[in-house]
């Protein structure tokens, strides 16, 4: 099988790897692909912070004299690719597994002025930004950050849970267009900053033009159900990857799929619409591909409770949709069903 090799260079493990240099484009529109790979083939793509790594301190504030014409630009979230799948076509569902998510020492949170349910707050003026603070990211028992500890002081830490927060294949535009890593959301991905998009886990994508043109960046290390104040712990990272390609499949918008769950996404306002779609599609899956009877289905979403519904991303930010996910348990499905979901 032949595997274009173009912009990729060859990792110590024998992958092929997009550096960082090759993370900076800031829509998913269909352009000419910076690396080719086989299905099931590893490979490792660099990614930049959401600001274009140009926060890297606690007086790089979020503000246009930091952040420059990026901001002028809407240029946030760049994400790395686009990758080309062997064997995808329009129509068909690309699998992409991720199997690690290394972050780099450190990320940053930061008030943004203007933005959050606190922007113009009188009771809490100290929320009100511009803010930064740097996170520092210990390793874990991997001996790396992908199970590392987060430390904001010497008091606070928590594990951290790495995650891409954008994600998405290039979507059926015309050749100069595309979606937007920061408000470009809709059935081919986008920046859905799902926190289950993370290591050992699938992501399932639709395909609408050959070879997938897979893009992805905008780690987050860790983050609070919503990303509340829009502001995630945002980091550089390494991302390992493998795809898969799903013929004869569609799907109408991301789903997920964990060792315990399967997950679909819904990007919508207001946020019930988010969760109420996501509901009918979640019901259209059981169906569909498990044989559920709708009616029986249907009863999962109300006496089930380990039926849940997980708020991604309620971010109050110009026309950024909120991001919402059903879940429903594996250990409830059929196993006649088994071979529908990748492996």
Known sequence: ????????????????????????????????????????????????????????????????????ERWAREESNPVAGPVAVEGARAGDVLAVTIHDIVVDEQGYTAFIPGIGPLHDSARYPDCHGPFTRIVRHLPGPSGTTSDGVGVLDESTRWNLLPHIGTIGTAPLRAAAAGADTVYGQGAHGGNIDCRDISRGNTVLLPVAVDGGLLYAGDVHASQADSEYYGVADETRAELTLSCRVLSGRSIPAPRVVTPESIVQLHSAKPLEDAIGQAFLWMIDWLVEDFGFAPRDAYMHMGINPDVRINVYQMTKLGRLNYTAGVQFPRKQLPDTGAELLPS
Do not use: C, N
Not at 8 to 29: I, K, N, T, V
């Open 1 to 68: 099988m032949h595997i274009v090799r173009s912009a990729g260079l060859w990792s110590d493990a024998g992958m092929q790897r997009l550096p960082r240099a090759d993370a900076f484009e800031y829509d998913m529109a269909a352009r000419e692909p910076k690396l080719t790979v086989a299905q099931g083939e590893r490979f490792v793509l660099e990614t930049e912070d959401a600001e274009s790594g140009l926060i890297r301190s606690e007086s790089d504030l979020p503000t246009p004299e930091t952040l420059g």
